[in-house]
């Protein structure tokens, strides 16, 4: 089992840290660091646990932002056996919107509709249940404003009885799990994630790739990601109103929109491509082999 294995590249996972370390006593190990979601308590609990495991069986952590760094450390783990390398995305990679976006707009009637929208997992901790709030209050602003939400997840059923709440339900969409959603991203003219944490999260890194405008949360784990007002718009956390002002000012302008949407796309490549991502953790592989060898 053990030849030819020069490296351990663990993933979010710190359990299967201990588990490598001791299949693998000599092996260099890498534990990869992505945010850990939940509960704040849950969260705590985890990132102790990834810090203390990690700290005994792991040669190295590659945390995903500073933000993410400056957790891990402080819940214990060395800093100099730290190194950040943000997540990237392949540019490139295609979109399905005239074989799969075309069959959606056409079955919802959307194709004169500005199609506001998030792509990912329905879960209390992306605070969703604000978005639609948000949708509800600029409405009749924009008359041809739809909600769109792709994925699935535990809050989809709550979230569908709360747009029949508020009578929204003619303007917003569930359009439940699309395979690799990422390529039909632009079927949205806003993208809205209202989330409570994230590490460096992989669907704000899409949508910038894709070169949309982004209304986002105003919060540490995400606003280190953009410049507000130039790349996106962040609202302040849990206040549903300054949401639902921050994308009334996209809906209604559009040459915003493009000009927001394009700094997105220009951060994007100088911070996340993916041959960026690659090329870094290349070289931390390089350096571990050299160190071992």
């Not at 490549?269 to 960026?276: L, M």
Request: proline fraction near 2%.
């Amino acid at each position: 089992v053990t030849h030819g294995i020069d490296i351990v590249h663990v993933h979010a996972a710190h359990e299967f840290v201990s588990f490598s370390r001791k299949v693998l006593p000599q092996t260099p190990i890498i534990f990869h660091l992505s945010a850990h979601q939940g509960s704040l308590l849950s969260r705590m609990i985890n990132y102790r646990l990834s810090a203390s495991i990690s700290r005994r069986k792991a040669d190295l952590l590659i945390a995903v932002s500073e933000e993410e760094k400056g957790i891990i450390v402080g819940k214990g783990f060395p800093e100099e056996r730290v190194r950040i390398v943000y997540n990237g995305y392949e540019y490139g990679q295609g979109d399905d919107l005239e074989r799969i976006g075309g069959r959606i707009k056409s079955e919802h009637g959307l194709e004169n509709s500005l199609a506001i929208g998030n792509l990912g997992r329905i879960h209390k901790t992306k605070r969703l249940d604000m978005l639609v709030r948000a949708f509800g209050e600029i409405r009749h602003c924009v008359e041809s404003a739809k909600l769109l939400f792709i994925g699935d997840g535990p809050e989809r059923n709550r979230l569908e009885e709360l747009t029949k709440r508020l009578h929204l339900n003619n303007d917003v969409v569930f359009l439940g799990f699309v395979n690799r959603g990422d390529r039909v991203l632009r079927i949205f003219d806003i993208f809205v994630l209202p989330t409570t944490f994230e590490g460096c999260s992989n669907v704000l890194v899409e949508a910038m790739a894709k070169g949309l405008p982004i209304v986002t949360t105003n919060i540490p784990s995400v606003s280190w990601m953009f410049e507000d007002g130039v790349s996106a718009l962040l609202f302040k956390e849990n206040d549903a109103h300054d949401l639902s002002e921050k994308i009334l000012r996209l809906a209604q302008d559009s040459r915003m929109r493009e000009t927001i949407g394009k700094n997105a796309f220009f951060r994007f490549k100088n911070n996340f491509d993916g041959r960026i991502m690659v090329e870094k953790v290349d070289r931390i592989y390089k350096s571990l082999i050299e160190r071992a060898g």
